[in-house]
């Protein structure tokens, strides 16, 4: 048992560190100000332009932001980035930065950045920025980690990267195993507790494609199983999350939720990686155009099923609420966004 936990702390500590350093995403607080991304080869890739700056953060913010990092990434999805400023009396402050034209009821009037950009594109698509990815301001000269509302003229500066981790296998039944494969081989890493059995409407799924990510943070991972211009997803989220969040006791009642634990004497895993930090991104598509075939196909995860333990296959498309609509789906596979071709 001593060695497993071992292995498992080193694996997890391998993925944060993997996770940084590999894009850097520059946001000017000045309306019209240019938002670009640049990548580790130097190249400079213009995402969209600046339309609102924040004159404010947003507390308390949704449940899940406090198991985030102060100044990291705490949530990245096709219609909103949150950014985690800081804890207070148990709940998160953040600020955020969404498409100019979006649903993303987290984040509140005068407490983001309205970006000129498609949801589900550039940051809120291909160059999307990990959850745990470390965040500064640029003030003065000074490059500083983000502690309070950016004044303008300021930079935001997100340093994102990709996970080392390549794809999780779920079973999808209570006590079902949740199987994470890595650079250091196969490892059980939570348990089911409640499988995902129907469908529901999350309304971000609007702006995504079928077995994609819709969004990802410290308690949830949202996959659409609907087309773009439809609604319909499922979510999985740890088992902390849906015991104390008020928001989430609907989790125990309805079908579109997946409620997973950790291990026995394992940490919680809220806000951890392998699956809820350092994780997944909601990747390329429309008119985003990665630099090569493989940031392009590989920086979208993908997400597969089996159906009655049949072979691996793309997700039914259902959209709606439909409480029955993934009865026969006996596992999940989440693969992780890679952009390295020896992957």
Known sequence: ????????????????????????????????????????????????HVRMIPSKTNWPAYTAS???????????????????????????????LVPSVTVAPAATQGAFFALEMEAG??????????TGSKVTVEHDGEELPLSDTPTEGDTLVIRSGL????????????????????????KVVARVVRPVKGVGRFGGSIYQNRGSLRASHSGVIC??????????GIQIMPLKHALTSPE???AWKLTQWMIIAPLPGMPDLEGTPPLFKNAFVPGAQLEDRLPDVWSHYG?????????????????????????????????LRLYFPYWNQER
């Open 1 to 48: 048992m001593k060695k497993f936990i071992l292995a498992l702390i080193l694996a997890l500590s391998v993925s944060e560190s993997f996770a940084e350093n590999l894009i850097e995403l520059r946001i000017p607080c000045v309306v019209g100000g240019n938002v670009t991304a640049k990548l580790p080869a130097g190249e400079v890739i213009p995402l969209g």
């Open 66 to 96: 406090k198991w985030a990092a102060p100044s990291t990434v705490c949530a990245t999805a096709v219609n909103a980035i949150h950014i985690l400023i800081r804890v207070e009396e148990g709940r998160g402050r953040i600020i955020s």
């Open 121 to 130: 594109t550039g940051i809120f698509g291909g160059y999307a920025p990990l």
């Open 163 to 186: 996970p080392d981790v390549y794809m999780a296998d779920i079973e999808n039944r209570p006590g079902g195993r949740v199987i994470v494969h890595d650079t250091d081989g196969v």
């Open 223 to 232: 996959v659409a199983t609907s087309p773009r211009d439809s609604v319909g």
């Open 248 to 250: 989430m006791l609907n």
């Open 299 to 331: 920086g979208r995860p993908l997400i597969l099923c089996r159906i009655d333990g049949g072979n691996w296959e793309r997700l039914p498309e259902v959209s709606g609420k439909v409480d029955d609509g993934l009865m026969r789906v006996t596992h």
